[in-house]
T-cell receptor, first 113, second 116 residues
């Protein structure tokens, strides 16, 4: 079956612009996660959705970052007024439920000029 | 606090030799441990996991990992390395207690290079 998909694969934007990143999880997966991977670093947790529960937003680095998920399907990560330090690869993952193996998408490479 | 350490940024081995990529962890409760591999410009691919049971876990592509509770380690191993194993490897842990049940904590990654 299809894996996790993300779009766009690459995004170049100017400082101060808003960007939206999209994630399509594996069908049937109730949990969805966003991580950020800066160059040469490990993955940094951003936010986690599980079913209809309130999302765990504790990893979002600032109020410029927000994410939404419609039911158990698509999620959008929005970064407002982008800064150069937001440049990174943004990875989305999904799992059958909390604690199950997370399967990752190919990521969106964001470059803020 | 939850954390993962991968003490080696790089591991170099000759093809056909055994390889080990080290990982130690810290959690409040019981650990759920994972290894992922990342090829250039690709997302992370799941290799194997330890939840409970046998301390030796076998995964994809001939990789295995041994959970050692006393040493809080979960080293990744392969008896005979292939050039195609060259990639970036990440160890991750999830805590089974507390308010962070959903998230994985990742190490910084270890770049494995297998020389022909």
């Amino acid at each position: 079956g299809a894996g996790v998909s993300q779009s766009p694969s690459n995004k170049v934007t100017e400082k101060g612009k808003d960007v939206e990143l999209r994630c399509d999880p594996i069908s049937g997966h109730t949990a969805l996660y966003w991580y950020r991977q800066r160059l040469g670093q490990g993955l940094e947790f951003l936010i986690y959705f599980q079913g209809n529960s309130a999302p765990d937003k504790s990893g979002l680095p600032s109020d410029r970052f927000s994410a939404e998920r419609t039911g158990e399907s698509v999620s959008t990560l929005t970064i407002q007024r982008t800064q150069q330090e937001d440049s990174a690869v943004y990875l989305c993952a999904s799992s059958l439920g909390t604690g199950e193996t997370q399967y990752f998408g190919p990521g969106t490479r964001l470059l803020v000029l | 606090a939850q954390s993962v350490a991968q003490p080696e940024d790089q591991v170099n081995v000759a093809e056909g030799n055994p390889l080990t990529v080290k990982c130690t962890y810290s959690v409040s409760g019981n650990p759920y441990l994972f290894w992922y591999v990342q090829y250039p410009n690709r997302g992370l691919q799941f290799l194997l996991k330890y939840i409970t049971g046998d301390n030796l876990v076998k995964g994809s592509y001939g990789f295995e990992a041994e959970f050692n509770k006393s040493q809080t380690s979960f080293h990744l191993k392969k008896p005979s390395a292939l050039v195609s194993d060259s990639a970036l490897y990440f160890c991750a842990v999830r805590d089974d207690r507390g308010s962070t049940l959903g998230r994985l904590y990742f190490g910084r990654g270890t770049q494995l290079t297998v020389w022909p």
